[in-house]
């Protein structure tokens, strides 16, 4: 009991920062509440639910507002993420049958807008990069998955499912598109 009263102010405090309205730190967030709190490698959802519950019962009045916003802001994210999936699916891994520049130009200007929403404008030239090089891989099986996770109509079993395959290619894409990150090693 004694570590929860000691560190009962971090959840709270985690959560704050997203009235900060700095992109970056509300990307650091999510990666903290999808990679620490409840991570997907986790597959007993009782444990992810016991994790967030926990989590939840240390939030105050303000901080739990902002929690609540989380649901909110994903769904504004949901039409910035179709129209990227539309545009690499038209880019089709640059085989396109008509309106080339169109596509293209329509392709980067998509890439553009989900960049500046993911963080900060002097952090999103490489989001850009990524997402960019993503789409012209052409990975359908990814974009279907995208599709999938966003799909208000999926039961949470599929969701959860579709979470963890979204997972697994995130970390083989990490490992293929920066072999270098596969050289770091913990002490």
């Known amino acids: 009991m004694a570590a929860t009263e000691t560190f009962s102010w971090i959840p709270s405090a985690l959560i704050l920062t997203m009235y900060t309205n700095d992109r970056d730190l509300t990307s650091i967030l999510y990666k903290v509440l999808y990679t620490v709190l409840i991570p997907f490698n986790i597959t007993d ?3 992810r639910t016991k994790r967030l519950l926990l989590f939840t019962s240390q939030l ?3 901080s739990h507002r902002a929690l609540q916003t989380l ?3 994903q769904l504004q994210s949901e039409q910035y993420v179709l129209a990227y ?3 690499v699916e038209k880019l089709n891994g640059g085989e396109i049958a008509e309106n080339k520049d169109d596509v293209t130009r329509r392709f980067d200007a998509v890439c553009t807008s989900v960049a500046a929403l993911l963080g900060m404008p002097e952090s999103s030239a490489q989001r850009k990069a990524d997402l960019k090089k993503w789409g012209e891989q052409n990975d359908r099986r990814g974009f279907k998955l995208f599709r999938d996770l966003i799909n208000p109509e999926k039961d949470f079993k599929t969701l959860r499912k579709t979470q963890v395959n979204l997972f697994k290619i995130s970390t083989y894409c990490r490992k293929s598109y920066y072999p270098e990150s596969r050289k770091l090693r913990r002490p």
């Open 45 to 47: 959802d009782m444990l």
């Open 60 to 62: 105050g009045e303000k």
């Open 71 to 73: 649901p909110l802001r």
């Open 85 to 87: 999936l539309d545009a």
